[in-house]
Every structure is written in structure tokens, then in C-alpha cells.
């Protein structure tokens, strides 16, 4: 299933800095999307969340960006904090049922 | 804070054995989910649960799987005749009420299954 896709891998960034994860997707039909934090051997860690009927929301130093026209969106981490090493999942939804489709996540690893 | 917890956290099974699995949503939630993870792979979508009925379910969810919330804190999620491909990390995830509710969904620390 291709519909969502994290084509990073692994982001590395310096403590301090932005860190900027992406994702796309191919389903015009998502209508929310969702950000996970990830560490090994736990379960997902929801991060935030945007409509499509949005561009931007915001929560503390998260931000997440929704571009409907390029099917496409980040999630933004300023300023990065070693703690926020983790894998980041963008997941996708429609209709009433929840259920979400995943990307393959990308690993960010903030240097201190 | 209020999670979502899971039981066992591992599960060793011979192939062919029932197994079930456990969850205890966060309390005022009303919505469920189970989801999957093989390992190397992407979080797959099983099931979903409300109003005690399976809202949606995917490919995967065959007759070999069932789900029930047998009192008001469990959700469990029962594999009939365990299968090796059926290893992997299963996730059980709940959303609260309210107008947004697809758009929050807590997930649990997870199951580790091994069929052998």
C-alpha cells in the first residue's frame, strides 16, 4: 500500500535547529492526517493533527504544514531537542471509521 | 495522564493455537482500533470498533480474527488458528468523543506475537 509515503529515511540535525520531516500521499480522498512519534519497543506517540479543510496548525514547537494542491505534507520541530530522536510516522485517514494509513517512517536523530 | 495499556506485552504460540490479546482503552473513549506491525514493515490498519460493531475492517481482518469488548474497559482482539506470517507487534488504539474524533488516536504500548 503506496499511498502515503515518507520517502526520507533518516534526518540527521543539530540540536537547536529545525527539523523537518515530510510525507506524501496519493489519495485526494484523506481528508486528516496525523503525526507519530515512535521509540523502540513502545506505541506510537500522537503528535498533532490537521483537517484538510486546514493549511497550518500548531502546537508548541510542532507544526504541521498541509499542501492539498501537491499532495504533500511536513512537520516542522523547532528548535529540535535531543529527545526528539525518535522514528516519525505521517499517517492518513478518511471518512468516519478511523482508520489510518502509515508511511514507513523516517528516523530523526537529533546531535546534541 | 491517561493511556492506553495491553496485555500480555509478549506472546510466544505454537502455529495453529488461539491467542488472545489484550487492551483496556483510555476510559471516556469510545472509539477502538487494532493495527499491526511485521517487523521492517509499515503500521497496517486491522480493524476498527464502535458502538460495539466492527465499523471497518481491512483485508487482512479474515474470519481468523475477531474482536469484543466484553465490559466497559476491555477491547480484545482474538487470532483463532495462529498463523507464522500472524507474528508481529499489535497495537490496540483508542479516540475520545467529540467532533474531531478520527483525527486523535492514542495508541498502546503494543504486543509482541511469535508464532512458531
Known amino acids: 500500500d503506496q499511498q502515503v509515503k515518507q520517502n526520507s529515511p533518516s534526518l540527521s540535525v543539530q540540536e537547536g535547529r529545525i527539523s523537518i520531516l515530510n510525507c506524501d500521499y496519493t489519495n485526494s480522498m484523506f481528508d486528516y492526517f496525523l503525526w507519530y512519534k515512535k521509540y523502540p519497543a513502545e506505541g506510537p506517540t500522537f503528535l498533532i493533527s490537521i483537517s484538510s479543510i486546514k493549511d497550518k496548525n500548531e502546537d508548541g514547537r510542532f507544526t504541521v504544514f498541509l499542501n492539498k494542491s501537491a499532495k504533500h505534507l511536513s512537520l516542522h520541530i523547532v528548535p529540535s531537542q535531543p529527545g526528539d530522536s525518535a522514528v516519525y510516522f505521517c499517517a492518513a485517514g478518511s471518512g468516519n471509521t478511523g482508520k489510518l494509513i502509515f508511511g514507513q517512517g523516517t528516523t530523526l536523530q537529533v546531535k546534541p | 495522564e491517561p493511556e492506553v495499556t495491553q496485555t500480555p506485552s509478549h506472546q510466544v504460540t505454537q502455529m495453529g493455537q488461539e491467542v488472545i490479546l489484550r487492551c483496556v482503552p483510555i476510559?471516556?473513549?469510545?472509539?477502538f482500533y487494532w493495527y499491526r506491525q511485521i517487523l521492517g514493515q509499515k503500521v497496517e490498519f486491522l480493524v476498527s470498533?464502535?458502538?460495539?460493531?466492527?465499523?471497518?475492517k481491512s483485508e487482512i481482518f479474515d474470519d481468523q480474527f475477531s474482536v469484543e469488548r466484553p465490559d466497559g474497559s476491555n477491547f480484545t482482539l482474538k487470532i483463532r488458528s495462529t498463523k507464522l506470517e500472524d507474528s508481529a507487534m499489535y497495537f490496540c488504539?483508542?479516540?475520545?468523543?467529540?467532533?474531531?474524533?478520527?483525527?486523535?488516536?492514542?495508541f498502546g504500548p503494543g504486543t509482541r506475537l511469535l508464532v512458531l
Open positions: 470498533f464502535y458502538n460495539n460493531e466492527i465499523s471497518e
Open positions: 476510559s471516556n473513549h469510545l472509539y
Open positions: 488504539a483508542s479516540s475520545p468523543p467529540g467532533l474531531a474524533v478520527q483525527e486523535t488516536q492514542y
